[in-house]
């Protein structure tokens, strides 16, 4: 059974930083292309960025590139996503996601997803 769980989500000021992680289980994590998409309340799922699986090749929505950075460590069968300069419009629930073969926004492409952690970016 597939598992994926977010951790590091929370309430920062504008400006600030937080790292979000998901640890993966369940799927030979090192084979898998990783997402993190995001949803704020009223609005679609949206595309944050994705990972190859061996890290090579990594993959941003626009309205974060430059401000966030994803990242795996396949020993601990972990993905990251480091997000810094944090606005109030990346206030969301980020969700990872998994699938076999290259990494795409598209969210209908990934087979398996998290529960999803709350990032709120309020002064």
């Known amino acids: 059974q597939v598992q994926l769980v977010e951790s590091g989500g929370g309430l920062v000021q504008p400006g600030g930083s937080l790292r979000l992680s998901c640890a993966a289980s369940g799927l030979t994590f090192s084979t898998c292309a990783m997402g993190w998409f995001r949803q704020a309340p009223g609005k679609e799922r949206e595309f944050v960025a994705a990972i190859s699986w061996g890290g090579g090749s990594t993959f941003y929505a626009d309205s974060v590139k430059g401000r966030f950075t994803i990242a795996r460590d396949n020993a601990k069968n972990t993905v990251y996503l480091q997000m810094n300069s944090l606005k109030p419009e990346d206030a969301a629930v980020y969700y990872c996601?998994?699938?076999?073969?290259?990494?795409?926004?598209?969210?209908?492409?990934?087979?398996?997803w998290g529960q999803g952690t709350q990032v709120t970016v309020s002064s």
């Open positions: 996601a998994a699938r076999r073969g290259a990494p795409t926004s598209f969210a209908t492409a990934y087979d398996s």
